[in-house]
């Protein structure tokens, strides 16, 4: 436990001097929080979603493993 506080309070000090790295780190947490927004939109499958209980989703999930292309 007192490795993670040390290296918590190096970080945290680290980050207190920076000028460039701050604006760094904030695009890259932008651009992040982008990437997971658009997979969330376009790329994730909400269909499993849409079906009913826990039965009805085994079933259906079954048959859409092994179906063939």
């Known amino acids: 436990m007192r490795f993670f506080k040390r290296a918590f309070i190096l970080y945290i000090d680290g980050f207190k001097n920076l000028k460039l790295g701050k604006v760094l780190w904030k695009i890259i947490i932008l ?30 999930v079954l048959e859409n493993l092994i179906k063939k292309n």
């Not at 969330?40 to 009805?56: A, E, H, P, R």
């Open 31 to 60: 651009k992040l929080i982008v990437i997971f927004v658009v997979l969330n939109i376009f790329i994730y499958d909400k269909s499993l979603s849409s079906v009913g209980d826990d039965k009805q989703k085994s079933n259906f």
